[in-house]
């Protein structure tokens, strides 16, 4: 099969925009509880009010610092209750959001600041605020920090503006209206500046949302989000919560705060790259092979596996039954409680996970449903569904749109998903699309009959060797990271006659593994 559609679960929008998210569940459930924001080592719970409030004060403080409709604001932080906030206010404000990661250089800000022409930035701290200043222009005319308090800043800079001019800039929105410019950096040349419109956000969210209702929609709902905002795939979650109404709440230090706001915020889902799943599971077994109990873990994820694989094929002995049971109180829910202790499933992408994490995890009692997707198709094109999941693939497109597979094998995708656009670049605009209006992808994949999609490598990471075999590096990468000493690794061998792979260690699993094979102390050289 070279081609699969999904039909729409969320009709094409023709009016509105994403500020009705926010009004309309501030009208009809204002007591609703939308986010719960930190304090101390505890959570705030934020009403549909209360939140509908603070961005509309917010965007207030916008208009009256001189931010006119279609305006670009950028945003430069890491992922906290503040990104949020400013979001939806600069959208209230009529105005387009510009995210800038935190880790950007001095040259990627300036290029980003420049290209788009951004007017003003909030930045998340005085060194964010040092690099934007190495490098500002006259056109930037504001610049805020979050760490003055830039939400009570802004509320009491507009405090003489009425609610009927940002109900009028918000209502001047419509669905082909600019909602923001992500700017990635592809492969070679400056940063593209990807042009996502409301209608955009609107259809993709709206489908994900109705064809995961069990993430979603799910009573008492909640997830923690720690991904980059910035991140078009983080950015998908966070409107998607929002459109459903599930309590969300951000993470801004996932290296030193991830599990204890697991612990205490207790999700029902989360979003994450495999990395995170890669080093639950390597922490897991490092601590299992610390404690003496390597062989009881390694046992249980083989148990894991062949029961999450008797799933698909129906057939799951009443001996597996039984060892999946005792594994489930010795380890599976050891493992469960890592995450929180309620989490049923969770979505994975921005890269591959792999047939045995993915095993792994299922059977462990959390869905992992990986999908596909790119800034380009405002996050996820395909997704694995709890209706529909199979483990290994990236699922079938998200409702309202279509996959095709080129003769080359490269993957083609088309729907109401697929941007408007790069940024004042036509050129590249001319080769991303095709003939029919499908978006390019640069990845290879394949489609099997029931329209389940496989990526099997990107198209100019291909590699030839010398002897002209075709290499699709991602495979084998994949299978070098399952092992728990590699952090990252990198398939060599484009015009050689061999296939090679430069590898990286990860520092925490090394010393759990140095302590359990009594070689504290031993150089890199020497182990």
């Not at 045995?356 to 999908?371: D, S, T």
């Not at 994949?478 to 090679?500: E, T, W, Y």
Request: net charge neutral.
């Amino acid at each position: 099969m070279n081609e699969y559609s999904v039909k729409t679960m969320e009709p094409i929008p023709s009016t509105g925009n994403l500020t009705n998210l926010v009004s309309d569940r501030a009208r009809f459930e204002p007591m609703r509880t939308m986010l719960s924001r930190p304090l101390g080592e505890g959570w705030q719970k934020v009403s549909a009010r209360e939140f509908d409030e603070e961005v509309r004060a917010t965007a207030k403080g916008l208009v009256a610092s001189g931010i006119q409709i279609g305006d670009r604001v950028a945003i430069m932080a890491r992922t906290r209750y503040e990104w949020t906030i400013l979001d939806f206010a600069i959208w209230y404000a009529g105005a387009v959001v510009v995210p800038v990661y935190e880790t950007s250089s001095a040259e990627q800000i300036d290029w980003i600041l420049t290209d788009s022409s951004a007017v003003a930035i909030i930045v998340e701290t005085p060194t964010h605020k040092e690099s934007v200043e190495s490098v500002r222009k006259p056109a930037l005319k504001n610049l805020w920090t979050m760490t003055d308090n830039v939400l009570s800043l802004l509320s009491k800079l507009g405090e003489n503006i009425p609610d009927s001019e940002i109900d009028s800039r918000r209502n001047s929105l419509k669905p082909e209206t600019l909602a923001t410019l992500i700017y990635t950096s592809g492969t070679t040349g400056k940063p593209k500046g990807v042009q996502l419109t409301h209608g955009n956000f609107l259809s993709e969210c709206g489908n994900v949302v109705a064809g995961a209702s069990d993430l979603f929609l799910k009573p008492g709902g909640s997830t923690l989000l720690f991904l980059p905002v910035a991140h078009v795939f983080g950015r998908m979650v966070e409107i998607g919560a929002i459109r459903a109404g599930l309590h969300l709440a951000h993470c801004s230090d996932p290296v030193g705060k991830l599990i204890p706001d697991l612990t205490s915020f207790k999700p029902t889902f989360v979003l994450a790259v495999p990395r995170i799943f890669e080093k639950v599971y390597n922490g897991a077994e490092a601590k299992a092979e610390a404690g003496g109990k390597g062989d009881i873990f390694r046992k249980a994820a083989a148990v894991a596996i062949a029961f999450s694989e008797g799933l698909d094929t129906g057939k799951i002995s009443i001996s597996l039954r039984i060892k999946h049971a005792l594994f489930d109180k010795l380890v599976y829910s050891k493992i469960r409680s890592t995450l929180g202790g309620r989490v049923e499933a969770a979505i994975s992408g921005g890269a591959p996970l792999g047939a045995r994490l993915g095993h792994f995890y299922r059977g462990a009692g959390i869905r992992v449903l990986e999908g596909y997707g790119l800034t380009e198709t405002t996050a996820g094109a395909t997704l694995n569904l709890t209706s529909a999941h199979r483990v290994g693939s990236v699922g079938r497109p998200v409702p309202g749109t279509t996959i095709k597979i080129d003769d080359d094998g490269e993957v083609l995708i088309k729907g109401a998903i697929v941007m408007k656009g790069y940024w004042q670049n036509d050129s590249a605009n001319q080769e991303s699309f095709t003939e029919d209006g499908f978006y390019r992808s640069g990845d290879l994949g394949k489609l099997d009959s029931e329209g389940f999609l496989s990526i099997v490598g990107r198209k100019k990471e291909l590699i030839v060797t010398s002897g002209g075999k075709n290499v699709a590096p991602a495979v084998l990468e994949d299978r070098l990271r399952a092992h728990p000493l590699v952090s990252q690794c990198m398939v060599v061998g484009d015009n050689k006659p061999f296939i090679a792979a430069l590898i990286t260690i990860d520092q925490e699993a090394l010393k759990a593994w140095s302590a359990a094979n009594k070689k504290v102390g031993a150089s890199l050289s020497e182990l």
